[in-house]
């Protein structure tokens, strides 16, 4: 909430102010996004609760990281990176030929 109080009992509640708290939350909200694995490893790492990693039933994330994991399997970053030549009026028409 907001205000740090439940409305109802008006007790006191955790409300994520900080950017990073709000990143933290984000992060463990998206778990089963390939890219965020690395980090909701590190944050469940930290809050002690490497229960949660593994390949049970009542773990979050695997023990092992998932296709795509890592920056650099992620195929849009990749995309420019092609070394072949593309053909078709689009690109030759931006190449300046006539074909």
């Not at 409305?7 to 509640?13: A, D, G, S």
């Not at 965020?36 to 039933?57: F, Y």
Request: glycine share 10%; charged share 30%; with cysteine.
């Amino acid at each position: 909430y907001y205000t740090g109080l439940d409305p109802h009992t008006m007790e006191k509640v955790f409300s994520a102010k900080r950017l990073t708290d709000r990143k933290v939350q984000q992060v463990l909200l998206q778990f089963f996004k390939p890219e965020n694995w690395a980090e909701v490893r590190r944050i469940l790492q930290e809050a002690g609760r490497k229960d949660l990693i593994g390949s049970g039933p009542g773990c979050l994330i695997s023990a092992k990281p998932p296709q795509g994991a890592w920056r650099g399997s992620d195929p849009k970053r990749r995309r420019g990176q092609s070394s072949a030549k593309k053909t078709g009026y689009r690109h030759a028409a931006r190449r300046g030929s006539k074909k």
